[in-house]
Nanobody, 122 residues
Framework: QVQLVESGGGLVQAGGSLRLSCAAS????????INWFRQGPGEEREFVGT????????TYSDSVKGRFTISRDNAKNTVYLQMNSLEPEDTAVYYC???????????????WGKGTLVTVSS
């Protein structure tokens, strides 16, 4: 069992930065890849990026590549999403999710956090 809690969302102007955290409980955290998804108003949940259990392999969607950075600290059971050069189109609820399989689709996730809202003003 893994419980995930996101934090760090808020209101930021376009061009600004935010860092989201995903804090996990559970002894098996290190076995899971951690994925970030987002869901904007009226939109489907979209894959943002993922980090492997070891933290060595990180993959991003094309829409955030070069602007967002994912890292994890297994000693702290925490994954971070550093978001730079934010755009109004990045406005969404951001979720972290844990998966045992390397498929970056919502249906493959084993556990979800409740999300944190990021609003980017123009």
């Amino acid at each position: 069992q893994v419980q995930l809690v996101e934090s760090g969302g808020g209101l930021v102007q376009a061009g600004g930065s935010l860092r989201l955290s995903c804090a996990a409980s559970g002894r098996t955290f290190g076995a899971y890849s951690i994925n970030w998804f987002r869901q904007g108003p009226g939109e489907e949940r979209e894959f943002v990026g993922t980090v492997s259990p070891s933290g060595v392999t990180v993959t991003y969607s094309d829409s955030v590549k070069g602007r967002f950075t994912i890292s994890r600290d297994n000693a702290k059971n925490t994954v971070y999403l550093q978001m730079n050069s934010l755009e109004p189109e990045d406005t969404a609820v951001y979720y972290c999710a844990a998966a045992l399989v390397p498929f970056q689709v919502p249906g493959a996730m084993s556990y979800w956090g409740k999300g944190t809202l990021v609003t980017v003003s123009s």
